[in-house]
């Protein structure tokens, strides 16, 4: 069964809705993609669905959310939500969806994404812990310490002064 990655369109809205309520067990991600979809930090060419026989089976975004530090504020790229359908999962398809979405990051500039995750998933697909490149997660206390992960891209300086802080998350996410 082949599955295509594109961006999602206002038709899809629905079944995305289904996917994350499937994949997360309640409505909580959902609604938060909805109020994201209305906010200032959604980006359509980054918001991305795996399409199988014409259904929806997988969705990811990258919105956007603010690193705050010695040089000021700014506004960098984050991955969240990803979800594949659960009769789906552990078929290859989360990974191609981050890898997707990664590639349409790079192509925009961005210089790096963070997310907050599982460091086994998204440490298997090229993220590392944040904090070694001085990007600082205020983290629930039961999240694992390496919670808080960024993959870097081409553009990426280690010198930007203005990629160095605390993650700061839009109102939209509380
Ligand atoms: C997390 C999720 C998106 C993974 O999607 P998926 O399509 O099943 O993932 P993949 O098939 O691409 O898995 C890639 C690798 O990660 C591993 N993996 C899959 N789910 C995993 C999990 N929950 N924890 C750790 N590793 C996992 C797979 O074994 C695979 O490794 P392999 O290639 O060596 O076998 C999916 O399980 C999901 O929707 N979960 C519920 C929602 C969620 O937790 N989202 C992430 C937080 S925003």
Redesign the pocket.
Not at 79 to 86: D, E, F, G, H, R
């Given at each position: 069964m082949t599955v295509q990655i594109r961006a999602e369109q206002p038709a899809d809205f629905p079944a995305i809705r289904d996917?994350l309520v499937a994949?997360?067990g309640e409505d909580r991600?959902a609604d938060g993609v909805e109020r994201i979809r209305e906010s200032w930090i959604y980006r359509p060419a980054t918001s991305l669905v795996a399409v199988s026989d014409d259904v929806v089976v997988?969705c990811v975004m990258i919105t956007g959310c603010t690193v705050s530090g010695d040089a000021g504020d700014r506004v960098v790229a984050m991955?969240?939500?990803?979800?594949?359908?659960?009769d789906?999962?552990?078929?290859?398809?989360?990974?191609?969806?981050?890898r997707a979405v990664l590639a349409g990051a790079e192509a925009a500039g961005e210089p790096l994404v963070v997310?907050?995750?599982?460091p086994?998933?998204y440490g298997?697909?090229g993220f590392e812990p944040a904090r070694l490149y001085g990007l600082i997660f205020t983290l629930p206390d039961w999240a694992p310490p390496d919670a808080g992960q960024v993959y870097l891209l081409p553009s990426y300086d280690r010198a930007d002064p203005t990629l160095r802080g605390k993650i700061g998350y839009p109102p939209v996410y509380e």
């Open positions: 996917v994949a997360f991600v997988g991955l969240t939500p990803l979800a594949v359908a659960p789906r999962q552990r078929q290859g398809i989360g990974a191609a969806l981050v997310l907050e995750g599982s086994t998933y298997a697909l």
